[in-house]
């Protein structure tokens, strides 16, 4: 999924969207199987991200950097992948 960092950082962007998708979910009438992926996936960044290294190692990541190209991914065993226009982030 891509992410909006053009007026706040990364950390910001993911627990506004964590939240915009659990309001969501229980406003559904159905299932939602990619609702459901995107909402493990956002709450696993969250738990496991190191957010102020991200934002020191990458001033991207500290939002209000123009437009670039920020994704968040499902990763390997049940982890995120954080891309920065097409690059994988450490």
Do not use: W
């Not at 964590?18 to 696993?44: C, G, M």
């Not at 990541?61 to 437009?67: E, N, T």
Request: charged share 30%; glycine share 8%; with cysteine.
């Amino acid at each position: 999924m891509k992410l909006d960092l053009s007026e706040h950082c990364i950390q910001t962007e993911i627990k506004r969207r964590y939240n915009r998708s659990i309001s969501r979910y229980f406003k559904l009438e159905k299932e939602d199987p990619q609702l459901e992926a995107d909402i493990e996936v956002l709450k696993t960044a969250l738990e496991n991200l190191d957010f102020p290294h991200l934002r020191s190692a990458h001033a991207a990541l500290a939002g209000g950097q123009g437009d670039p190209v920020v994704e968040l991914a499902a990763g390997d065993a049940g982890g995120v992948v954080v891309r920065l226009d097409g690059r994988t982030v450490d």
